[in-house]
């Protein structure tokens, strides 16, 4: 495996391949980005090449947000990436992402300002403009994002094809923990006590699913008992809500394709999930 720093070297190094497979990170690197790995891996096959790249973009997090403190840990990321069968992580520093003021953004749809984007104001134009300035970068053929970021997976998806970008974007599956917690790597900053409670949340969208499944048709009820629940548990929501998949805009009683959304503090820490429901 190849750990590239410079966007030079990066091209120099990928003009030879055919196929090339990208993962986008962050680092702090879970299970749940292993298994982007692993898909990468699968769709690229013998002859492809997995390229994973690990950088804090500042542009996305807001005023008050962790930027500061969201961790760096590009040995151990490294690591597993190798274990992974990743071929190339490409780790640029701030100047190299951004080598001037970033005055040129990517400005998305009506999407970006509801949900996430009503709570974490420009989050989606930062995501927009660091993807699509990586795939300039990367210029993979395929593109691998994980469903737990599902408003994210739906601006990255509408890009791609408004822009005609030449990149199959492959969503992957959300990985759970055993008792069903999504995994993200802010579940690090739980206390033993908020990681016991934290599986209430997927617990909850899970009991919205279970509800429609059955029939159940009033979405505003089954969101508010969903707050009011999660609530008394000590949990403060920002949204628990039921959303058409194909644009999360709110569902008629005939749209049969859905999802479940969540927001929620728990103690200092915000945790977001989801679900899909077929009906």
Request: charged share 25%.
């Amino acid at each position: 495996m190849e750990i590239i720093h410079t966007i030079s070297e990066l091209r120099s190094r990928l003009k030879v391949e055919s196929l090339i497979v990208f993962v986008p990170t962050m680092g702090s690197l879970h299970a749940g980005h292993i298994d982007l790995m692993r898909v990468a891996r699968e769709r690229a096959g013998v002859g492809g090449c997995v390229i994973v790249s690990i950088f804090v973009n500042r542009l996305q997090f807001g005023p008050k947000e962790d930027f500061g403190k969201y961790p760096r840990t590009l040995s151990d990321d490294c690591d597993k990436c190798r274990a992974a069968r990743v071929d190339v992580v490409f780790a640029p520093d701030e100047s190299e992402m951004y080598p001037e003021p970033q005055t040129y953004l990517v400005e998305p749809s009506e999407i970006q300002h509801i949900l996430e984007g009503a709570v974490r104001s420009g989050h989606y134009r930062g995501v927009a403009t660091v993807v699509l300035k990586l795939f300039n970068m990367v210029q993979p053929q395929v593109a691998v994002f994980g469903k737990k970021d599902y408003q994210q997976c739906r601006v990255l998806d509408n890009m791609a094809r408004q822009l005609n970008l030449p990149v199959e974007m492959l969503l992957a599956e959300t990985v759970r923990a055993d008792d069903g917690l999504a995994l993200s790597s802010r579940n690090g900053y739980l206390s033993p006590n908020e990681r016991t409670e934290a599986p209430q949340l997927s617990a909850a969208l899970s009991a919205i699913k279970s509800a429609l499944r059955k029939g159940e048709r009033n979405f505003v009820a089954l969101e508010s008992h969903a707050q009011r629940t999660l609530m008394a548990r000590g949990w403060l929501p920002d949204y628990i809500v039921i959303r058409r998949q194909s644009d999360l805009l709110p569902p008629s009683i005939s749209d049969r394709a859905l999802v479940v959304l969540a927001a929620a503090r728990l103690g200092a820490t915000r945790l977001i999930d989801n679900l899909e429901v077929s009906i």
